[in-house]
């Protein structure tokens, strides 16, 4: 079966849950979870839920498995990728991984390196599976988030959620 094949075997809509991690945010200042949860539905899927955590590991790997479990097919997760000491996100999800999408976090820094140069090295931009779901873990920033869901995710949502259920 051909790529255009797989993808057109794929779910019309896909509802997903949008996770940003911040010790500062708020749902007014939110401007990255809500550019996902905005392009998403722009692009005919549904939210199931959003929520804010602090950038704690342990927060973040319950939420993750929270969702997971409640059935959640695609959580996107935005902030704490960076390489501070406060930014967990990476280390949380990246422990839960059961088959990583090592290209996802490839591409991504290569997209980025194209509009922010040698500081794309810095992303850790990281998605796979989880428990029969999708996680995709992104920057913090909005310009980030806006290239990584236009360019990576929105493209290949339905094709990668068909894919996992395979």
């Known amino acids: ?6 993808k057109a075997h794929g779910p019309a809509s896909v509802a997903c849950f949008v996770l940003t991690v911040s010790d500062t945010r708020t749902s007014e200042t939110d401007t990255s979870g809500r550019a996902i949860r905005d392009l998403l539905t722009a692009a005919g899927h549904a939210i199931s839920g959003h929520a804010i955590v602090r950038d704690e590991p342990a927060q973040v790997r319950d939420r993750v498995l929270r969702e997971c479990d409640s059935g959640t097919r695609v959580i ?3 902030g704490g990728t960076g ?4 930014d967990g996100t990476y280390e949380a999800v990246a422990s839960l991984l059961e088959k ?3 290209g996802f976090g490839e591409l991504f820094r290569m997209l980025s390196f194209g509009e922010i140069g040698s500081a794309a090295m810095m992303s850790r931009a990281v998605a796979g599976t989880v428990r029969g779901s999708v996680v995709f873990v992104l920057p913090g920033s909005e310009n980030a988030v806006r ?3 236009t360019r990576l995710i929105l493209p290949e949502l339905t094709h990668v959620v068909q894919q996992v259920r395979t």
Do not use: F, Q
């Open 1 to 6: 079966m051909s790529h255009i094949e797989h």
């Open 76 to 78: 996107i997760a935005t």
């Open 83 to 86: 390489i501070t000491s406060r």
């Open 100 to 102: 990583r999408l090592d």
């Open 147 to 149: 290239l990584a869901m």
